[in-house]
Structure formats: structure tokens, C-alpha cells
Nanobody
């Protein structure tokens, strides 16, 4: 079992940066692939980025590539998402997710992940 708690969201201005954090509980965190998804009101949950247990394999959605960096610190049981050059948008909730399976190029669907946090809200004003 892994429990996930996201933090770092808030109200920011267009062009700003944010670093989101996801703190995990559980002794096996270091063996899980971790991912970030986001969801705007009325839309499906969208893949943002994922990282393998070792950090050696990383995936990014095409829509965020170049503006987002995912990283993890297994000693702190935490995964991070650095988001730069934020664009004005409706309030979006960013979710952290975990999977005990290895990270492959196809593991970008929400159904591939077993554990989820409650999300952290990000609002970008223009």
C-alpha cells in the first residue's frame, strides 16, 4: 500500500513557475513508478509525466515537454514536478499516482496506476 499526498499548488500568474511535491508513505516507495496527471473541470484526467523507480526512465506528455521536469528522491519518499512558464488556464488539479509495475512508454493512462493522491489545485491568472 502506498498513500500519496500532493502539495505545492496555488494561485500564480502566467509565466510563473511552481514545484509540486508528492509525499508517499510506505516502505516500498522506491520500487514504484510514479506519475503526475492533471484534470480541468469537465475534462478527462490527462497524463503529464512519469518516472521509473530509479529515475532512469522518464516520460513527458508532448503538450508539456520542455516546460516540465519530473524528479524523485527515494530517500525522502517524494516525487516532484517542476512546471515552468505556466499558461493562463482554468483551475486544474494535479494528481500524483503510483504503480508497482515498471515504467514503459505506454504507461501514460490513468488506469495503469493503482494509487492516487487527492490532488493539489493550480490556478494560473493572466
Amino acid at each position: 500500500q502506498v498513500q500519496l499526498v500532493e502539495s505545492g499548488g496555488g494561485l500564480v500568474q502566467a509565466g510563473d513557475s511552481l514545484r509540486l511535491s508528492c509525499a508517499a508513505s510506505g516502505r516500498t516507495f522506491s520500487s514504484y513508478a510514479m506519475a503526475w496527471f492533471r484534470q480541468a473541470p469537465g475534462k478527462e484526467r490527462e497524463f503529464v509525466s512519469a518516472i521509473s523507480w530509479s529515475g532512469g526512465r522518464i516520460l513527458y506528455a508532448a503538450s508539456v515537454k520542455g516546460r516540465v521536469t519530473i524528479s524523485r528522491d527515494n530517500a525522502k519518499n517524494t516525487v516532484y514536478l517542476q512546471v515552468n512558464s505556466l499558461k493562463p488556464e482554468v483551475t486544474t488539479v494535479y494528481y500524483c499516482a503510483a504503480s508497482p509495475l515498471g515504467l514503459t512508454d505506454t504507461r501514460t493512462r490513468a488506469c495503469e496506476y493503482d494509487y492516487w493522491g487527492r490532488g493539489t489545485q493550480v490556478t494560473v491568472s493572466s
